[in-house]
């Protein structure tokens, strides 16, 4: 359902607008769809890190896991990950709304995303950028951490299962999950730790491609 809803977000208008070569937005429907974007993908940096922990439990304490993940558990994650996503969609979204806009009005994305506008905007934006660093730490360097250390315990404690079928079952549920992460943070770290950048807006578009589309 959320990678359906982060396609949603994005890829329809810009079909829309190639059928009907009519590339306009309004305001406030770029200020919607950032903050809606930016709400599904904040998600989607929670619940993989979830599912890592899922996965460090399921592998690697197979016997208590029902009791470390039950539905309670599993639902106070969900609730968290909704929280924590919303709160930095909104703080993004309301920080932009400040900034002044007076020409060029062209963005350089087929959908409307922080670095473009900040290029856009006449007035400052050093608010802005560091409230999408103070971000970038919490929503992609923490997890990466977790998530890494999760697999190193995984990683230690596969070769261990005695079954040749229980470990081909860990390596391929994991190898998914990775591959995963592994597009996701690495086209968001492309996009938006290289602000300032005029010249790589056309890439962005092409890494654009893969985190809205490919990756869900």
């Not at 990678?3 to 890829?11: E, K, L, M, N, S």
């Not at 059928?19 to 940096?45: E, R």
């Not at 009005?105 to 400052?124: A, G, K, T």
């Not at 997890?143 to 190193?152: D, H, R, T, W």
Request: a neutral charge.
């Amino acid at each position: 359902v959320l990678d359906v809803g982060c396609i949603t977000v994005t890829v329809p208008a810009m079909l829309g607008r190639l059928l009907s070569h009519k590339s306009t937005i309004s305001y406030d429907a770029c200020l919607s769809q950032l903050f809606f974007f930016h709400l599904l993908a904040g998600m989607d940096c929670f619940l993989l890190t979830a599912m890592a922990y899922d996965r460090l439990l399921a592998i690697c304490q197979p016997l208590t896991y029902s009791t470390r993940m039950s539905q309670t558990v599993q639902r106070m994650l969900v609730a968290a990950s909704w929280a924590c996503a919303f709160t930095n969609a909104l703080t993004h979204t309301v920080a932009m709304s400040t900034l002044n806009f007076c020409g060029p009005n062209e963005v350089n994305h087929f959908y409307c995303d922080l670095p473009q506008l900040f290029q856009l905007s006449c007035s400052s934006t050093q608010l802005n950028e560091l409230l999408l660093f103070v971000a970038a730490a919490f929503m992609a360097v923490a997890p990466l951490v977790f998530i890494s250390v999760s697999y190193a315990h995984v990683v230690a404690a596969v070769p261990q299962i005695r079954s040749a079928e229980g470990r081909k079952k860990a390596f391929s549920t994991c190898g998914s999950h990775l591959t995963v992460v592994g597009i996701f943070y690495g086209t968001g770290v492309f996009s938006y730790m290289r602000l300032g950048s005029a010249e790589s807006s056309d890439k962005d578009k092409g890494v654009g491609v893969f985190m809205t589309v490919i990756n869900p």
